[in-house]
T-cell receptor
Framework: KAGVTQTPRYLIKTRGQQVTLSCSPI?????VSWYQQTPGQGLQFLFE???????NKGNFPGRFSGRQFSNSRSEMNVSTLELGDSALYLC???????????????FGPGTRLTVL | KNQVEQSPQSLIILEGKNCTLQ??????????LRWYKQDTGRGPVSLTI?????NTKSNGRYTATLDADTKQSSLHITASQLSDSASYIC?????????????FGRGTQLTVWP
């Protein structure tokens, strides 16, 4: 079956602008998680959505927000961009069943965001 | 404090050689530990998952070990190939949690030279 897709793959913005990233999970998966990856910090958890509700949230400022639609597709929005927001943004989908501790996350290829 | 530390940060080996990557964690209560491989420009892909009762698990040329007492895991790569060049990330999950309680190491960047 088709994997996780993310659009766009590359994005260049300037400080102060806002950006919206999109993620389409694997068919049947109800959980979508977003991560920020930078060389210095590695993978940092942003938030997780399950059945259109935010289920978990990492330690990022309120400029980072997201939502999930009824078809499980998810969007992430970053407002008032800062230089430090330059990173690879990855989304991952899974079944989201909390009782399945071995539930596997499948990652998309990421969106490379550059803030100038 | 829940943490996952990986070593070395980077490693260069010659094709055909073996190598071992380390992951130490202080995450508690422990549920499972997963190793991911991330090729440049791509998202991470799961290699193996280790639960509390498992000591060793293999996936082709990749063998992961887990010592739950010392809270250490290793990923051994046998007969390395150029395609093994990637970042290897160790991820530990807290027991009873949803995916929001995953703790990520910063990864080991492996380069295999011909």
């Amino acid at each position: 079956k088709a994997g996780v897709t993310q659009t766009p793959r590359y994005l260049i913005k300037t400080r102060g602008q806002q950006v919206t990233l999109s993620c389409s999970p694997i068919s049947g998966h109800r959980s979508v998680s977003w991560y920020q990856q930078t060389p210095g910090q590695g993978l940092q958890f942003l938030f997780e959505y399950f059945s259109e509700t935010q289920r978990n949230k990492g330690n990022f400022p309120g400029r980072f927000s997201g939502r999930q639609f009824s078809n499980s597709r998810s969007e992430m929005n970053v407002s008032t961009l800062e230089l430090g927001d330059s990173a690879l943004y990855l989304c991952a989908s899974s079944s989201g069943l909390a009782e399945v501790s071995t539930d596997t996350q499948y990652f998309g290829p990421g969106t490379r965001l550059t803030v100038l | 404090k829940n943490q996952v530390e990986q070593s070395p940060q980077s490693l260069i080996i010659l094709e055909g050689k073996n190598c071992t990557l380390q992951c130490n964690y202080t995450v508690s209560p422990f549920s499972n530990l997963r190793w991911y491989k991330q090729d440049t420009g791509r998202g991470p892909v799961s290699l193996t998952i280790m639960t509390f009762s498992e000591n060793t698990k293999s996936n082709g040329r990749y063998t992961a070990t887990l010592d739950a007492d010392t809270k250490q895991s290793s990923l051994h790569i046998t007969a390395s190939q150029l395609s093994d060049s990637a970042s290897y990330i160790c991820v530990v999950r807290v027991e009873g949690s949803t995916l929001g309680r995953l703790y990520f190491g910063r990864g080991t960047q492996l380069t295999v030279w011909p």
